[in-house]
């Protein structure tokens, strides 16, 4: 299956820094003691507290105004197209320090928002401690899948990766490797097949990980493609948690190209032959219309590329040195623009 679907929304600029601890629906009445009914939500499964609340706010006419208000105000992105190696800036989170983790969620999504009921109230949010059990995890399986590139038997990573991955016969492998008590197992022990490779034994232990998030996570819908008149099935990502373990799936296996910008030199997944830029708009499919939406990305590299030559050009006509031309950048334009670029800019000017 090629075709994957995962956006992210993120909450209002400024309106998201409950969001990891958990945030409020958006009433002041859904205080559990004002609806002894719902009092049964402490053990209620997820789906069942969402039709509960939605129930009791559509009675009282709060519920559709408060969604399409918020929903208007929510921000929205495809990271696997502008952030593809997302998973590797999760795994720099400090797990022990919730600013940290404040910080992440706010600038890239909570992780895997559920109901659940805090202080007496119902929030939507992912625990704290769910948020440290993932970057240890995702930290531990970037280790592993970093030394998966080594090939050298005396390179540092391998002999690490042989340290950390000890066979006990019969097929049965301990991993070993250092974890937060509270968050993750220590030394589980995972079973392949007898005479499999380390390499081999590493790679399924980081697919075995990866496939257990997507299971909970993830499904396939069939979708019609209006470009192609076709109908074609497409991996959903729930959430982002989903999106990072898929990720470094497709690192580990090597399954998509990625290529860094030339001007601001983010990583992106190219949406056509010869990208050199990240993409300004991605499409999105919209349910109520069953049409694809070009969405905004806010990147507009390209046209800052532009802007930076056609600057080039004209010091250049102005009798400006390729290094006086360097000077009178700006930073951002300096990076993109090097010596050498001025150069090639100033003999394409030359040449045509």
Known sequence: MEHVYAWILLPPIGDGLELVMGKSLGTKDDNLDNFPELKDLLHSKPQNIREKILNRWNKKGLYTSFKLAYEK?????????IE??????????DYNNTESILEFANKYGDLCPNFFVSSNIV????????????????????????AL???????????????????????KY??????????ITVNPVFITDKDTELFDVAKYFVIKQINEVLVENSFVKILFVTDTKEYKQYLYL???????????????FKQRPVKECEFCHSLFVPQKKGQKFCPESIKKYDEKTSKWVDIPTGKHCRQYAHKTEKRVVELYQ???????????????????????????????????
Do not use: C
């Not at 929030?123 to 970093?146: C, M, P, S």
């Not at 005396?154 to 006990?168: N, Q």
């Open 73 to 81: 105000s929510l921000r929205q992105y495809n990271p696997l197209i």
């Open 318 to 352: 102005k009798g400006y040195t390729v290094e006086e031309i360097h000077k009178q950048l700006t930073e951002k334009q300096k990076a993109y623009a090097t010596l050498e670029k001025i150069q090639e800019i100033i003999k394409k000017q030359s040449s045509s």
């Open 149 to 171: 590139d080594v090939q050298n038997p005396d390179d540092v990573d391998y002999v690490k990766l042989e340290k950390t991955i000890k066979p006990l016969g019969d097929g």
């Open 238 to 252: 729930k959430n982002l948690l989903a999106v990072l373990y898929y990720e470094l799936y497709l690192d580990v």
């Open 174 to 183: 301990m991993l070993n490797l250092i974890s937060s008590k509270l968050y």
């Open 84 to 93: 593809p190696q997302l998973y590797k800036k999760f795994a720099e989170v």
């Open 123 to 146: 929030r939507e949010g992912t625990y704290i401690e769910d948020w440290r059990k993932h970057i240890k995890q995702i930290q531990n399986l970037v280790f592993i899948a970093e």
